[in-house]
């Protein structure tokens, strides 16, 4: 049994953002249906709390199959040549548990969470929305801005970073790749005003996005923040938007954008509208008036995971791509 082996350089090429914000739509309805199984991740911290090593394991129902991502989270990486996110994501058949592929797992988060969001842009913001707010210049602004352009018909951007020169950098890089012209900003505020698309996508602990600065009718994308000690949106955001999460359970233990407003008491568990999968599904409404603000809470699941993963690996056969290695995995019968 060979294994095909993925590198970084290759899964773009096998994951284009239109064909994973899909796939990514579909995973969700299955999560949402019960036809996955997905522990909570498990992380171990460094002792000095610069970085982490995370797990995150999976089973799907559709496609069947199961697998994990096994990723180191280190944001001092911001502004270095290192992803903050680094690892390998492994996938496996579920019907012997062989090991069909892996996987370079700092390119598929990247494509992966911002196709997510675009799933949750596509039944939650404004069918007119356009004009894109990004906070953070990270690997995922760029995804993210690929991933807006898929989502809705963009006729702005705007962009800030702590480091004007990195939001500079930033619009200038981009540009190429935007149908419009990539505004770099001096402050968040100026950013977000006036915005109806706003993704947050920073490795910041404390709220980079006032509730305050949030026009009428925009819709959110939260994305950098995912531990419980950490968020990016101050209290008055969440309260004032209707929530929506890519799955409850995780979001009531790991999601500090969620968790810090509750532990002051402006929200409780009953803010969280639904899940991404429930309103794809019809069972949960989406937006109701082109006035209220929508806010969708991204963790990132090891069930996106492992559907990506199966996408790149259905990809790479097809086309040959990848480096397939004996690994073991079937006995020789006379063993």
């Known amino acids: 049994m060979k294994t095909l082996v993925i590198n970084q350089r290759e899964v773009p090429r096998l994951l284009p953002m239109k064909e994973c914000a899909e796939r990514m739509a579909e995973t969700l309805r299955t999560l949402s249906r019960g ?194 000690g950490a968020r990016e949106l101050d209290t008055r955001a969440v309260a004032r938007a209707r929530l929506y999460v890519d799955r409850r359970e995780s979001t009531l233990h790991e999601a500090g954008d969620f968790l810090i407003p509750r532990e002051e008491g402006a929200i409780g568990d009953d803010h969280i509208v639904g899940e991404i999968g429930e309103v794809l599904l019809g069972k949960v409404p989406g937006r109701r008036s082109d006035e209220e603000v929508t806010l969708f809470k991204s963790l990132g699941l090891g069930v996106e995971d492992v559907a990506a993963a199966h996408l790149i690996y259905e990809n790479a056969v097809r086309n040959g791509a990848g480096t397939a290695v004996e690994l073991g995995g079937r006995r020789d019968p006379g063993d």
């Open 35 to 228: 036809d996955a199984v997905l522990p909570l991740r498990t992380a171990m911290w460094l002792p000095d709390r610069s970085g982490l090593l995370g797990v995150m394991p999976a089973y799907l129902g559709t496609p069947r199959s199961m697998g994990l991502k096994v990723v180191s989270v280190m944001p001092g990486n911001h502004g270095t040549p290192y992803d903050s996110h680094q690892g390998a994501v492994l996938l496996f058949e579920a019907e012997h548990g062989s090991l069909l592929a892996v996987i370079d797992g700092s390119s598929v988060t990247a494509i992966r969470t911002a196709a997510v969001s675009a799933a949750a842009t596509r039944v939650l913001a404004r069918e007119d929305a356009g004009d894109l707010a990004i906070l953070g210049t990270g690997v995922q602004a760029s995804t993210h801005l690929e991933a807006m352009s898929v989502a809705r018909a963009l006729r702005r951007v705007r962009v800030w970073s702590r480091d004007p020169a990195h939001a500079t950098a930033f619009a200038k890089r981009e540009s190429g790749r935007s149908p419009c012209s990539i505004e770099p900003c001096p402050t968040a505020r100026a950013a977000v005003e006036g915005a109806d698309l706003i993704c947050t996508v920073t490795a910041s602990r404390e709220p980079v996005l006032l509730g305050d600065w949030i026009a009428p009718g925009a819709h959110v994308n939260a994305v950098g923040a995912s531990f419980k």
